[in-house]
């Protein structure tokens, strides 16, 4: 293990190029990376769908709730899937939902550290309160929210891939 942390990974170099060219090719096409979401998103809704269904519901007391819930998992992942325009929005403000619930929460759980951190505590309050006016702007143009997820999604790749290449020296 020591050799091979102190030697020339050309694995992780490649994996690490591959990773920033992502990352590039993302923040050019913003648009075409959301796409590719909306895409992953449907198919692990479907997936998860027919898991609950036919894996979880046998098991399951009451089977009417999660049968409902299951076919909708894969009526709204078909959706994804087959309708552009569904897809965008349902993933845009699904986003804009998870920043503001994110966010609350955060205000939420401030007010435990309140005493033992006075100054993490104001932290984040501040950093909730512009979570929740983010949120809402993304809430109100799922453009912004569609550009935003792209640009994160192209970020996460960049920090990734300057990692792997750091790495494999």
Aim: charge should be negative; aromatic fraction near 14%; hydrophobic fraction near 60%.
């Amino acid at each position: 293990m020591q050799e091979r942390m102190n030697g020339f990974d050309p694995f992780e170099l490649i994996i690490g190029i591959l990773s920033v060219i992502v990352s590039i090719i993302s923040l050019r096409n913003p648009l075409s990376t959301f796409g590719s979401v909306v895409i992953i998103a449907g198919i692990v809704s479907i997936i998860v769908g027919l898991y609950k269904l036919f894996s979880v519901r046998p098991y399951a007391e009451s089977k009417g709730w999660l049968t409902f819930n299951a076919i909708l998992d894969i009526i709204i992942g078909g959706l994804m899937l087959f309708n552009n325009v569904f897809g965008f929005l349902f993933v845009a403000i699904a986003f804009a939902i998870m920043f503001l619930t994110d966010s609350f929460t955060t205000l939420w759980a401030a007010s435990f550290i309140k005493d033992a951190n006075r100054g993490l505590y104001i932290w984040d309050i501040i950093i909730s309160i512009l979570g929740i006016i983010l949120g809402i702007f993304l809430l109100l143009s799922p453009a912004l929210s569609m550009i935003s997820l792209s640009f994160m999604i192209a970020v996460l790749f960049m920090t990734f891939g300057i990692e792997m290449i750091v790495h494999s020296f």
